[in-house]
């Protein structure tokens, strides 16, 4: 697992999440605050906009919209953070790993 | 490369290709802008990112090969060659991809782009534009307005989304992709000059009101009262004269009184394209457009570039193309008119261009003339460039060249064209009678004349290294 570290889920564009599907990676997860508490305004509104840009992309090339996903969820809430890794890990075992690596 | 690959590549350039980004990112605005609703967003959106990952697939094979016919590339590509052919024409155009002269098309490098492909702007100042309207009725946010004669883009809501620079039929225009896709039946004529047609006329109006108000043989206004009377269309669009001082108007008329009111030649630019928008607002669906030949282009371009959004806009019934040398803007006008001839142009009742001379008729009877040579240099800058005199893209083309005072020349082009015509004919809205050989002759001369002069100015524009509209 690669864990990249934004400012604001606002800076992650759908050609990030893309880009790491195309070298192989089997999924990307976007973790974001919740609605209503960016600091930045509605960078968590538009991240959940691309993350459903991305699924759409990812289907029509039949890779699976599942491998992208948003998820809320503030500092303090470790509980909900493992819940997260926990869905992650299971839609992924769902769709397979990715055809794109080796 | 795996097809997987290859397939995923050209997703991901697609989705990173500035015109789903921007609409993608311009979301907040299109919705507040009102023309289109959630759904048309998400539909167009979905279109704009398909649309752009067949291209790139088809780009795909292109830098794989080394100079590929379009065939090879259909073939490799498993696309129609139709569809091949659109998109190179639009690769062509954004220089990603160039055909040498041997007919091989290769792939340019992005870096060596040169033309600006996002806004109409360039078009505008660099003389090209037609002032068709086609760009306005298109954009998303309605950012653009005809002032002065001219588009004029409002740089603060314009999200630059290039759909404008995609609707405009001087950036670049896919003649004979368009004409592959309207012919197609053995009983259609070839011709150099008038381009295809299935049936010729010389035709004039059976109904007297129509007589009373129309240009030539009154069979614009004759075919158009015909589909209001039969419920066939909603909405027709065409030209008013505006004011006493012929200022015009584009107009969206919605029966006969209404369509009767705007009959008769106003020879003034007129952007009525962007009535289609009004088409949509007020709630109407099926829509005949009356043009001039860089209209018509319009909106086959659109129906073969942008079929989603004119989808949303309307539906077409009919383009009926009004023959068309050249046009003037109201200031060239009031110069003939006033400066020339003397004349004001309050007192004017009817303009007329006939035998290479345009003629006014004023209010009290009085007639004065020039040649058309003389004026040719006030017309509109980018009629210099338009190749198109008898609209060889529309359904139906309709002129005065080649038939008798108070009669029209009519080239019937298209199957659905010939229907409507035929039965307006039956109904009695009409009568017709075969063009004789002189009238088409001389259609031809004409057609071919203009055509020839304006492809050399074309083409010495470009000589001049300045940008000059990509036919194709
Ligand atoms: C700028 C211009 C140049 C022309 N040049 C030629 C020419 O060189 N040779 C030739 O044979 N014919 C030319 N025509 C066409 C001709 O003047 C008649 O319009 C045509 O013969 C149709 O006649 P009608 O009696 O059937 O039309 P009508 O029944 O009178 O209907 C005319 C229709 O044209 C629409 N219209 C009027 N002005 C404009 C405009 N500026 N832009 C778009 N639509 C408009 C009106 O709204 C109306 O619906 C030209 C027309 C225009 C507008
Ligand atoms: S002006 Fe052109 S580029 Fe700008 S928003 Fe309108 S259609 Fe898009
Ligand atoms: S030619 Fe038509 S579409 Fe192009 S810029 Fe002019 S008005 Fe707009």
Not at chain 1, 27 to 41: I, L
Not at chain 1, 67 to 75: E, F, I, K, L
Not at chain 2, 172 to 180: G, K, N, T
Not at chain 2, 441 to 454: D, F, I, S, T, Y
């Amino acid at each position: 697992m690669i864990v990249v570290r934004v400012k604001c889920t606002g800076r992650v564009d759908v050609k990030h999440i893309l880009e790491a599907i195309r070298q192989g990676a089997d999924g990307v997860m976007v973790v974001g605050c919740h609605p209503g508490e960016c600091d930045f305004g509605d960078g968590n509104m538009k991240a959940r906009q691309r993350v459903e840009f991305a699924k759409k992309v990812l289907d029509k090339v039949g890779l699976g919209g599942d491998r992208v996903n948003m998820y809320n969820v503030s500092a303090a809430e470790i509980g909900r953070f493992r819940d997260a890794i926990m869905d992650m890990i299971e839609k992924l075992k769902k769709i397979g790993p990715n055809p794109l690596r080796g | 490369m795996s097809e997987l690959r290859r397939r995923v590549d050209a997703i991901t350039e697609a989705a990173d290709s500035f015109r789903v980004r921007a609409f993608f990112t311009g979301e907040k605005e299109i919705l507040e802008a009102g023309k289109f609703s959630k759904e048309e967003y998400e539909r167009y959106l979905d279109y704009l990112l398909e649309d752009e990952f067949r291209r790139r697939l088809v780009l795909g094979v292109i830098r794989e090969g080394n100079g590929l016919t379009i065939d090879e590339i259909a073939h490799r590509a498993e696309f129609s060659r139709l569809e091949v052919i659109r998109h190179i024409n639009a690769l062509r155009y954004e220089e990603l991809a160039e055909r040498k002269s041997d007919g091989l098309v290769v792939a340019k490098r992005e870096e060596q782009r040169k033309v600006p492909y996002e806004k109409i702007k360039f078009i505008v100042e660099g003389g090209l534009c037609t002032g068709c309207g086609g760009c306005i009725a298109a954009c998303p946010v309605y950012a653009i307005n005809f002032i002065n004669e001219k588009p004029v883009i409002d740089e603060d809501k314009c999200i630059g989304c290039g759909i404008c620079n995609v609707h405009c039929p001087r950036t670049f225009f896919p003649i004979s992709l368009i004409r592959e896709s309207l012919k197609g039946s053995p009983v259609d004529v070839e011709t150099e000059g008038v381009s295809f047609y299935r049936q010729a006329f010389t035709a004039q109006t059976a109904k007297e009101k129509v007589k009373q108000v129309c240009q030539d043989g009154g069979i614009v206004t004759s075919i158009l009262a015909y589909l209001f009377d039969r419920g066939m269309i909603d909405c027709a669009i065409g030209v008013r004269k505006a004011d006493e001082e012929w200022r015009t108007q584009a107009a969206l008329v919605t029966n006969v009184d209404e369509l009767l009111g705007i009959a008769g030649t106003k020879y003034t630019v007129t952007p009525s394209i962007s009535l289609l928008e009004e088409v949509k607002r007020r709630g109407f669906r099926r829509v005949a457009v009356v043009g001039v030949p860089c209209q018509i282009h319009t909106v086959r371009k659109a129906e073969v570039y942008s079929s989603e959004l004119l989808s949303f806009l309307g539906e077409i019934v009919v383009l009926i193309g009004i023959f068309c040398m050249e046009n003037f803007g109201h200031t060239a006008l009031r110069e003939i008119v006033e400066g020339r001839l003397g004349v004001k142009l309050e007192d004017v009742a009817k303009f007329n261009i006939e035998k290479g001379k345009f003629y006014v008729h004023t209010m009290s009877g009085e007639e004065r003339s020039i040649p058309t040579k003389e004026i040719s240099v006030l017309a509109r800058h980018a009629c210099h460039y338009c190749p198109d005199l008898t609209n060889e893209l529309a359904d139906i083309s309709v002129g005065s060249i080649g038939s008798s005072k108070g009669w029209s020349t009519v080239l019937i082009r298209t199957k659905r064209g010939e229907k409507i015509f035929e039965e307006a004919m039956k109904e009695g809205y009409l009568i017709a009678n075969s063009l004789p050989d002189a009238g088409m002759e001389l259609l031809q001369k004409l057609a071919k004349g203009k055509r020839k002069r304006n492809l050399e100015a074309l083409s010495e524009r470009a000589k001049e290294g300045k940008y000059a509209t990509l036919i194709v």
